[in-house]
C-alpha cells in the first residue's frame, strides 16, 4: 500500500479508539502507521539505489512491531498507548499483505528471525517498487488515486463527525 493509506488508516484507527475524529491524530498516528516503511528511507540514506533491497525486511516482522510500539509506548511514558500503538503498526502489516507483491522476496517475513517464510495475499495492486524510478511511476500514481478514492470519504466522514 502507499503511504496514504496507511496514513489513513492510522487516523482512522487512531480516531476509532479514542472516540472520535481530532486534530492531534492528523499529526501522530500516521507517523507511528508509516514507522515499518522508514526502511525505505534508512536504505536510501545508507545504500543509495540498492536501499530498496533493505525494505519488507525487518521492518515488517511481527517482532518489530511488537518491539517498536513497546519501546514507543516508554519513550512517551504512556504505556496505555501500547494497544493502540501496536494496533497502528499491525494495520500496516496487514495491508501490506493484502497487496500484490512483485519485488522478491515476495510478501513479508511476518515471522522473521523464527522463519524466512513469507506472506502475500495478493488480493489488490500494490505499489510498485523494484527500483526508484518505478517507485515514481504512473502505475504507481494509479494506485495511489485508487486508494484515495476509496481512503479519504473515510477519512472525511470520521472526521466530520469529530466536529460535532
Known amino acids: 500500500m502507499?503511504?496514504?493509506?496507511?496514513?489513513?488508516?492510522?487516523?482512522?484507527?487512531?480516531?476509532?479508539?479514542?472516540?472520535g475524529g481530532r486534530l492531534h491524530h492528523l499529526l501522530w498516528a500516521p507517523l507511528i502507521a508509516l514507522l515499518p516503511d522508514f526502511d525505505l528511507l534508512v536504505g536510501w540514506l545508507l545504500a543509495g539505489k540498492r536501499g530498496?533491497?533493505?525494505?519488507?525486511?525487518?521492518?515488517?516482522?511481527?517482532?518489530?512491531?511488537?518491539?517498536?510500539?513497546?519501546?514507543?509506548?516508554?519513550?512517551?511514558r504512556?504505556?496505555?498507548?501500547f494497544p493502540l500503538i501496536l494496533l497502528l503498526l499491525l494495520s500496516h502489516?496487514?495491508?501490506?499483505?493484502?497487496?500484490?507483491?512483485?519485488?522478491?522476496?515476495?510478501?513479508?517475513?511476518?515471522f522473521a528471525?523464527?522463519?524466512?517464510?513469507?506472506?502475500?495475499?495478493?488480493?489488490?495492486?500494490?505499489?510498485?517498487?523494484?527500483?526508484?524510478?518505478?517507485?515514481f511511476s504512473t502505475a504507481n500514481l494509479?494506485?495511489?488515486l485508487g486508494e484515495a478514492l476509496l481512503s479519504l470519504p473515510l477519512l472525511w466522514t470520521l472526521l466530520r463527525r469529530g466536529e460535532r
Open 52 to 76: 530498496l533491497e533493505l525494505h519488507q525486511r525487518y521492518t515488517h516482522t511481527l517482532l518489530f512491531v511488537f518491539a517498536a510500539s513497546l519501546l514507543i509506548s516508554l519513550l512517551l
Open 93 to 110: 502489516l496487514l495491508l501490506d499483505l493484502v497487496v500484490t507483491d512483485q519485488k522478491p522476496p515476495i510478501g513479508i517475513p511476518l
Open 2 to 19: 502507499s503511504p496514504l493509506a496507511h496514513s489513513v488508516a492510522g487516523i482512522w484507527l487512531a480516531a476509532r479508539h479514542e472516540g
Open 113 to 135: 528471525p523464527l522463519s524466512s517464510k513469507t506472506f502475500s495475499l495478493g488480493l489488490f495492486p500494490g505499489i510498485r517498487k523494484a527500483n526508484w524510478a518505478e517507485l
Open 142 to 144: 494509479m494506485t495511489v
Open 78 to 81: 504512556r504505556f496505555r498507548l
